[in-house]
């Protein structure tokens, strides 16, 4: 009788661990099937936004060029030069920029992007132009540093979408 | 005597081969429900990868317009090349992506299956469709002239050459490249 008691104790012992063992095995394997979501602002976006608009043509021209694209706006802001129609380089590219962004980022309503910034800076920390931001910040956000030196001067423009 | 011993010594060998019986039989059947279990339990999984096939095909399909995205741009195809001074990074050469519209036969399935390209203008913002005739007075490129419903988007620098004063000079603006792919959710059973 203790014997055959034994037997059965045994043999559900076991089938208990196969059927733990098999509960454990598909847990894990429902984590691995699940999809991974794309993010809503992904970093390679956030990089070619900066990319793509230092070389936006602004409608500010010089003696030299026509119109200036925004990376030369930035160091003709720094030198404080005027555009041929006499408007101010810094006006213009702030403007600009403004405009840029809010069409590129719209942060109105339930949109997933909650907000932005974008500082662009010398070396020792100096703005070359207010803060353009609109928007919360939130814990999630994809930023970019983009350093540049044109001429030899280096300036630094930081770009952060919150979403 | 002897007849008692004889039978307690057979009686023993038969409770003996019983015991053995029981325990091979014992052994067969738990050998059995473990593979029962195993069968089924591999059923169930198979079931659950066939079950979601339609979003896996659909995540490739993403995955692929995303890479696309990611350097389309810097393709012969698109990219600005010298035409604009010094090599650009995300610079699409406007004329030559209308050109290649208007041979866009040509490049049947070039870039996958079922995928199409469009280039929107972000700013300054519009929504007139190029053609021959408009432009470059338009805002939106699409190369196969069908409408995009899943993409994904890359901001790219869409430059071109332009007049002021008689003279030629580059214009670029900022535009998005969206890269189509096909939703395998959506396609009817």
Not at chain 2, 10 to 24: D, F, V
Not at chain 2, 150 to 168: M, P, Q, T, Y
């Amino acid at each position: 009788m203790m014997i055959k008691k034994k037997a059965q104790e045994e043999l559900i012992g076991f089938a208990l661990i196969i059927i733990l063992v098999a509960i454990i095995g598909l847990i894990f394997l429902g984590f691995s099937l699940k999809n991974s979501q794309k993010e809503i602002v992904e970093s390679y976006e956030v990089e070619s936004f900066i990319q793509a608009f230092l070389q936006y043509t602004t409608d500010c021209g010089n003696y030299r060029e026509n119109y200036l694209p925004i990376q030369k706006l930035i160091s003709a802001c720094v030198d404080d030069k005027t555009c041929l129609d006499e408007r101010d380089s810094c006006d213009v590219l702030s403007s600009t920029l403004t405009g840029i962004i809010e069409e590129s980022w719209k942060v109105d309503g339930d949109r997933p992007i909650q907000g932005y910034e974008l500082k662009i800076v010398l070396e020792d920390g100096t703005e070359v132009i207010p803060l353009i931001s609109k928007g919360n910040s939130t814990k999630n956000s994809k930023g970019v540093l983009q350093p540049f030196m044109p001429l030899g001067e280096n300036y630094e423009i930081y770009f952060t979408v919150y979403y | 005597m002897k007849r008692q011993k004889s039978k307690i010594l057979i009686c023993s060998s038969l409770t003996s081969q019983t015991k053995a019986q029981l325990k091979i039989q014992q052994m067969v059947f738990m050998l059995l429900a473990v593979t029962l279990f195993f069968v089924l339990v591999g059923m169930l999984v198979l079931a659950l990868r066939f079950a979601g096939i339609k979003e896996s095909a659909t995540e490739i399909e993403e995955k692929n317009a995303m890479l696309l995205v990611t350097r389309i741009a810097n393709s012969p195809e698109f990219s600005c090349g010298n035409a604009f001074g010094k090599s650009r990074t995300n610079c699409i050469d406007a004329d030559k992506v209308m050109m290649l519209k208007k041979n866009i036969d040509k490049y049947d399935n070039f870039w996958g299956r079922e995928t199409n390209i469009e280039i929107r203008k972000i700013y300054p913002k519009g929504n007139v469709v190029c053609t021959i005739r408009n432009y470059p007075d338009c805002n939106l490129i699409n190369l196969q002239s069908e409408e995009i419903h899943a993409e994904h988007s890359n901001f790219v620098s869409l430059c071109r050459k332009d007049l002021i004063n008689g003279e030629v000079y580059d214009k670029c603006e900022l535009a998005k490249i969206m890269v189509s792919y096909k939703d395998w959710r959506e396609v009817q059973k």
